[in-house]
């Protein structure tokens, strides 16, 4: 299930170094179903939300000062 995910997320990244208030997050470590490889479990889900809020308030403070 990762063919191509490594250009997939260049092209993301290029976009986002382009792009004003945008930024990358991780998913690595967020944990996944036990049935479906592709698909974030709970957890998995509740991390990367605390990762894009980190980001959110970082882009946030350097706009709003």
């Known amino acids: 299930y990762h063919f ?3 250009e ?3 092209q993301i990244k ?3 170094d382009q792009t004003e208030n945008t930024a990358w997050i ?3 470590g967020a ?3 036990e049935s479906d490889p592709v698909h974030f479990a709970k957890e998995g889900m509740r991390k990367i ?3 894009y809020a980190e980001k ?3 882009i946030w403070g350097k706009n709003n000062g």
């Open 14 to 16: 290029e976009v986002i």
């Open 56 to 58: 959110y308030l970082e």
């Open 49 to 51: 939300g605390y990762r």
């Open 8 to 10: 997939i997320n260049r």
């Open 26 to 28: 991780s998913t690595k």
């Open 4 to 6: 191509g995910i490594g």
């Open 31 to 33: 944990e996944h179903t």
